[in-house]
C-alpha cells in the first residue's frame, strides 16, 4: 500500500514551458486535492474532486488545470510556467462525505526560473 | 470564506518542556479541526483532530482543546522530544471537502 505518489520529486522549468504534475493514490479514496505550500503561508488549495469526473476550483487556482484521470489518479498542469509558480506542491486524497485524514504524498518541488 | 491564523510562527522549547500553538478561526461553521505535522522533506501529516462536539481530545503526549465561543484551538505537546522537531500546521472545516490552514510553527527542541 504505497498510499499518495507523486512524481516527479523534482522540477526545473523555464519560463513559458509547460508540465504536468502527476499524482495517484491506492487507497480507494473518492476526493483528491493540490495544495501549493509557500514559505509563511501554509498550504493553500488550488484544486480539488470530489469525485471521479468532478473538479472545483480552490483557492488559488489561477495558471493552473487539473484531471481526474480516474478514481485513482488526479493530475495538475502548468501551461505557461511563471516564476510566481516556483514552490512546493502536495497532492492529497480522502474519502467525499466525511471530515476524515487528509493523507499527503512526498511533495514536487518546482523552480520555475 | 475560513481564516485561520496561527502563533507562533516558531517555537523553541528545551527537551522534557512543553509546547502549546494556538489558533483561531473566522467561521463559526467550522466544526472539524485537525493538526498536521510536516517533517523536512516530507508531507504534512496527521497528528490529531477534534470536532466541534468535543471541548478537548488526548493522545498520549499530545492533547487538543477547542473553545467554540472563542473561536480558537491549541496543540498541547507535553514532555517534548527532539523528535517532535517539525513544522505543525492546523486547519479548520465545515464541509468534508475542504480544509483551510494556517501558515504553520516550527517547533525546536533543542537538548
Known amino acids: 500500500n504505497a498510499g499518495v505518489t507523486q512524481t516527479p520529486k523534482f522540477q526545473v522549468l523555464k519560463t513559458g514551458q509547460s508540465m504536468t504534475l502527476q499524482c495517484a493514490q491506492d487507497?480507494?479514496?473518492?476526493?483528491m486535492y493540490w495544495y501549493r505550500q509557500d514559505p509563511g503561508m501554509g498550504l493553500r488549495l488550488i484544486y480539488y474532486s470530489a469525485s471521479e469526473g468532478t473538479t472545483d476550483k480552490g483557492e488559488v487556482p489561477n495558471g493552473y488545470n487539473v484531471s481526474r484521470l480516474n478514481k485513482r489518479e488526479f493530475s495538475l498542469r502548468l501551461e505557461s510556467a511563471a516564476p510566481s509558480q516556483t514552490s512546493v506542491y502536495f497532492c492529497a486524497s480522502t474519502w467525499t462525505g466525511k471530515q476524515e485524514t487528509q493523507y499527503f504524498g512526498p511533495g514536487t518541488r518546482l523552480l520555475v526560473l | 470564506g475560513e481564516n485561520v491564523e496561527q502563533h507562533p510562527s516558531t517555537l523553541s522549547v528545551q527537551e522534557g518542556d512543553s509546547a502549546v500553538i494556538k489558533c483561531t478561526y473566522s467561521?463559526?461553521?467550522?466544526?472539524?479541526f485537525p493538526w498536521y505535522k510536516q517533517e523536512l522533506g516530507k508531507g504534512p501529516q496527521l497528528i490529531i483532530d477534534i470536532r466541534s462536539n468535543v471541548g478537548e481530545k488526548k493522545d498520549q503526549r499530545i492533547a487538543v482543546t477547542l473553545n467554540k465561543t472563542a473561536k480558537h484551538f491549541s496543540l498541547h505537546i507535553t514532555e517534548t522530544q527532539p523528535e517532535d522537531s517539525a513544522v505543525y500546521f492546523c486547519?479548520?472545516?465545515?464541509?468534508?471537502?475542504?480544509?483551510?490552514f494556517g501558515t504553520g510553527t516550527r517547533l525546536q527542541v533543542t537538548l
Open positions: 486547519a479548520a472545516s465545515k464541509t468534508a471537502s475542504k480544509l483551510t
Open positions: 487507497m480507494n479514496h473518492n476526493s
Open positions: 467561521d463559526s461553521a467550522s466544526n472539524y
